[in-house]
């Protein structure tokens, strides 16, 4: 059973003359522990893909369903997209976006206890993810004094807090030399299949393709392979 | 968790900083405020602690305390004798600089009969009030004095046998008080150089009319400078008396102008105080203005600061409230910290009793300085919360 499903996603930005098509005929799906990868140069619609995956950008057609909700055309406001988001999907960014006033374990909790979970409970799950991803000696730092692979670390820890059903890793490794980008790219494999989440990573970083289970490639809006 | 206090944890320094700089702006605020209470609660001290109904001062003048005004001293008697008038005592107050308790020091004399006792001082705090006719003070703490200091005024010395406290002049000096021919003594005595020199001004005035010498001479105390006028008449009604009946009997047949104690204080007031309390209110106003400008700026900046992570909270799935509550404790914190601290650094200047001005502050001043400062805080980070709101969640995706 798909976690993720996208059928026909369409997304055109501006009207008649001015229409510029991001996304044309996207179909694809991704399965519980899957590692999927998704290549592209600048400009080819992964950004937009994205957003559209995240309840932030409505395509213009097509249809998105996540844990079998249809995202999309039902209904939902605002508040509903976020609770969604934050009940199903977790982030991990190129630039870490750990939150800088908050140490590890607070950025970790913070994501829990927006899901209503007590303070106390968040804290004591939080330190046991950080544990699983050898980095809870770090747990009272703030993300300045963290090295940036500590920082993907704690970024992987809070992406993954919620056991969200999809993962959104935006160029994890990009900011990481050689060796830090294969130990984060191995975590991500980890949580894919020990925790079950659906991983979608977008990247430019050809060096990390040999470990995902699929890879799609976009040029100008649609998939060439 | 809350977020408004993990950033101001984190940046201590920075808030810090802006509760000094913007409690110290309030702080100004609150000695203006108390600056112009205190104004007005000097204004009126003597008027309100004097035990009368009513001042009889010179034809049209706004006296004793606005406008200079002098009576003869005998009509006192004349006021006495008007129906309704149960006790008349004379009154004069002047404002001097002499130097007590070894420095120069500003102050009033008031002067009055000891006898008949209207316009004793009140609220005596240690010693008793004047019994002998000469040579006896009572003063105001502030003056630096103790019970049996002797003060050196004019020729004489005087012994200070009763101190009053908060007793001030409408400038806010401290007053002394003297039995009435001390204080005109006191006010009118001339060194020896002026007093050769006024009476050979008068014999030449004298000889310039044909005088001959001898008669001159002779007629030379005639034509001195009076020594016996008064400030007011002081006047306690008959109970039950109509005290306008005789205000218009003394205008009428004494050809003096009578005021209520109300009038003498509307005088103050709308003469004297008015035109500073439009100053200090204008400066108030404006200091308020820029606390809130600050405080709306400080919230603005730490809300750009953060911008990416609001984003970054947003994307993952942060409710609107979470971020606003951000904004908003934030704002509380530095408007509920600055006025603290605006407040207590004004209230201790007020306790320690340097201030060259009386301090007044009125709860009422203080609560609506909070409100303003509570409301417009909240109103002006409206900007950083609209600023917050609008940041797309996608901007967290950006390298």
């Given at each position: 059973m798909p976690i993720l499903q996208v059928e026909g996603l369409r997304k055109v930005f501006g009207e008649g003359a001015l229409a510029v098509t991001a996304l044309e005929a996207i179909d694809f799906t991704v399965k519980k522990g899957e590692?999927?990868?998704?290549?592209?140069?600048?400009?080819?619609?992964?950004?937009?893909?994205?957003?559209?995956?995240?309840?932030?950008?409505?395509?213009?057609?097509?249809?998105?369903?996540?844990?079998?909700?249809?995202?999309?055309?039902?209904?939902?406001?605002?508040?509903?997209?976020?609770?969604?988001?934050?009940?199903?999907?977790?982030?991990?960014?190129?630039?870490?976006?750990?939150?800088?006033?908050?140490?590890?374990?607070?950025?970790?909790?913070?994501?829990?206890?927006?899901?209503?979970?007590r303070e106390g409970d968040a804290r004591k799950k939080g330190m046991e993810i950080l544990e699983?991803?050898?980095?809870?000696?770090?747990?009272?730092?703030?993300?300045?004094?963290?090295?940036?692979?500590?920082?993907?670390?704690?970024?992987?820890?809070?992406?993954?807090?919620?056991?969200?059903?999809?993962?959104?890793?935006?160029e994890p490794t990009a900011s990481l030399d050689t060796e830090r980008g294969f130990k984060v790219m191995g975590l991500l494999k980890r949580i894919a299949k020990e925790k079950g989440s659906g991983v979608i990573t977008v990247t430019h970083d050809h060096r990390m393709i040999d470990g995902f289970d699929t890879v799609y490639e976009l040029m100008d809006g649609r998939f060439v392979k | 968790?809350?977020?408004?206090?993990?950033?101001?944890?984190?940046?201590?320094?920075?808030?810090?900083?802006?509760?000094?700089?913007?409690?110290?702006?309030?702080?100004?605020?609150?000695?203006?405020?108390?600056i112009y209470r205190g104004i007005i609660a000097d204004g009126i001290w003597l008027i309100e602690n004097t035990d009368t109904d009513l001042w009889v001062v010179e034809r049209g003048r706004g006296g004793p305390f606005n406008e200079q005004s002098r009576v003869r001293m005998d009509m006192y008697k004349s006021v006495q004798a008007t129906p309704g008038v149960m006790q008349a005592g004379p009154f004069i107050v002047y404002a001097v600089q002499r130097e007590i308790a070894g420095r120069s020091q500003q102050f009033s004399i008031v002067g009055y009969d000891i006898a008949i006792g209207l316009g004793k001082p009140g609220r005596i705090i240690e010693g008793r009030q004047i019994t002998a006719f000469h040579y006896e003070m009572v003063a105001d703490k502030k003056l630096g004095l103790q019970l049996g200091d002797t003060v050196r005024l004019g020729v004489h010395d005087y012994r200070v046998v009763g101190i009053t406290k908060g007793a001030v002049d409408s400038g806010g000096n401290p007053l002394i008080y003297l039995a009435l021919p001390d204080a005109q003594e006191v006010l009118y005595q001339m060194d020896n150089q002026a007093i050769y020199a006024s009476r050979a001004a008068s014999l030449q005035r004298l000889l310039n009319a044909g005088l001959s010498q001898a008669d001159a001479e002779r007629m030379l105390p005639l034509v001195s400078a009076p020594v016996d006028t008064i400030s007011a008449v002081l006047v306690r009604l008959r109970p039950g008396e109509d005290a306008q009946l005789v205000k218009d009997h003394i205008a009428k047949w004494l050809y003096l102008s009578v005021f209520s104690s109300d009038d003498e204080k509307n005088l103050m007031l709308e003469g004297r105080v008015k035109r500073i309390s439009i100053v200090l209110g204008t400066f108030r106003v404006l200091l308020l203005v820029v606390s809130i400008v600050i405080v709306a700026l400080i919230v603005y900046v730490l809300t750009i600061e953060k911008i990416k992570s609001i984003a970054t909270l947003k994307l993952i799935g942060a409710s609107n409230w979470v971020i606003v509550r951000l904004i908003l404790e934030q704002t509380l914190m530095l408007t509920i910290s600055s006025f603290l601290f605006g407040y207590t650094m004004a209230a201790l200047l007020k306790a320690s009793e340097r201030f060259p001005r009386t301090l007044y502050f009125l709860t009422f001043d203080t609560i609506t300085i909070f409100l303003i400062m509570l409301v417009g805080g909240i109103l002006a980070s409206g900007l950083a919360v609209w600023h917050a709101l609008k940041a797309p969640p996608a901007l967290a995706l950006g390298g």
């Open positions: 590692l999927m990868a998704l290549l592209g140069p600048s400009g080819s619609g992964k950004s937009t893909l994205l957003l559209c995956l995240s309840l932030i950008l409505e395509p213009t057609a097509g249809r998105i369903i996540i844990n079998n909700k249809e995202i999309y055309n039902n209904g939902w406001t605002n508040v509903d997209a976020r609770r969604f988001r934050r009940e199903n999907i977790g982030f991990i960014f190129q630039g870490h976006n750990l939150i800088p006033f908050l140490t590890t374990l607070d950025n970790v909790a913070l994501v829990m206890t927006l899901n209503g979970v699983y991803l050898e980095i809870a000696h770090r747990a009272d730092f703030y993300p300045s004094f963290l090295s940036g692979g500590e920082q993907q670390r704690v970024a992987i820890a809070r992406a993954i807090a919620n056991e969200p059903a999809l993962i959104f890793a935006d | 968790m809350d977020l408004a206090i993990k950033d101001i944890s984190r940046h201590v320094g920075k808030f810090i900083a802006t509760i000094l700089g913007v409690g110290l702006l309030l702080t100004i605020v609150f000695i203006m405020n108390g």
